[in-house]
T-cell receptor
Framework: GEDVEQSLFLSVREGDSSVINCTYT??????LYWYKQEPGAGLQLLTY?????DMKQDQRLTVLLNKKDKHLSLRIADTQTGDSAIYFC??????????FGAGTRLTVKP | DAGVTQSPTHLIKTRGQQVTLRCSPK?????VSWYQQALGQGPQFIFQ???????QRGNFPDRFSGHQFPNYSSELNVNALLLGDSALYLC?????????????FGPGTRLTVL
């Protein structure tokens, strides 16, 4: 079946930029997403990008999509301790279900 | 404006029992999707309800069933519980089909099967 893969851990210092990477296999993906999950909480949609775009910026967040390589990244500028959480990459196609990666645990050190 | 709510927050059951989880969608939303999130994993799509019908289903056995009510709230039922059903069950709501860009998740129900 289709897979979404991401590295499990990332550690950065407060104020640095964080880059979380994701690869997917479904070439028919229509939307690609980044969700944030804090301990004991549900998923918070951070941003999403249509498959016909290659970049989207939203305040401190920048999403880059390389459709040819099926590679998605999320850059968080000026990372803060409150950004510590698990970040999930997800994709969907016109079937309207979503496939998630296993999540990247971001730790921000002061 | 209330977001997606789920009940109960936590639940402990034993193998072979049956469980019902409940979800109220965000105000104005009419579509509800359910996901299972095992510990250390990403969520996996179970099924989606729209207009009181199951519209899409993931790779889950028939022990997992659901229902949507006229007020758009939804239930997830799991029969003959197995230890492997222990997980966080997430409900997500959206407005209409094909609108995963506006999908909001609830806080989840943590199910433990002993």
């Amino acid at each position: 079946g289709e897979d979404v893969e991401q590295s499990l851990f990332l550690s950065v210092r407060e104020g640095d930029s964080s880059v979380i990477n994701c690869t997917y296999t479904d070439s028919s993906s229509t939307y690609l997403y980044w969700y944030k999950q804090e301990p004991g909480a549900g998923l918070q949609l951070l941003t999403y990008i249509f498959s016909n775009m290659d970049m989207k910026q939203d305040q401190r967040l920048t999403v880059l999509l390389n459709k040819k390589d099926k590679h998605l990244s999320l850059r968080i500028a000026d990372t803060q301790t409150g950004d510590s959480a698990i970040y999930f990459c997800a994709e969907s196609n016109n079937n309207n279900d979503m496939r998630f990666g296993a999540g990247t645990r971001l730790t921000v050190k002061p | 404006d209330a977001g997606v709510t789920q009940s109960p927050t936590h639940l402990i059951k034993t193998r072979g029992q049956q469980v019902t989880l409940r979800c109220s969608p965000k105000s104005g939303h009419d579509t509800v999707s359910w996901y299972q999130q095992a510990l250390g994993q990403g969520p996996q799509f179970i099924f989606q309800y729209y207009e009181e019908e199951e519209r899409q289903r993931g790779n889950f056995p028939d022990r997992f069933s659901g229902h949507q009510f006229p007020n758009y709230s939804s239930e997830l039922n799991v029969n003959a519980l197995l230890l492997g059903d222990s997980a966080l069950y997430l409900c997500a709501s959206s407005l209409g089909l094909l609108r995963t860009d506006t999908q909001y998740f609830g806080p989840g129900t943590r199910l433990t099967v002993l």
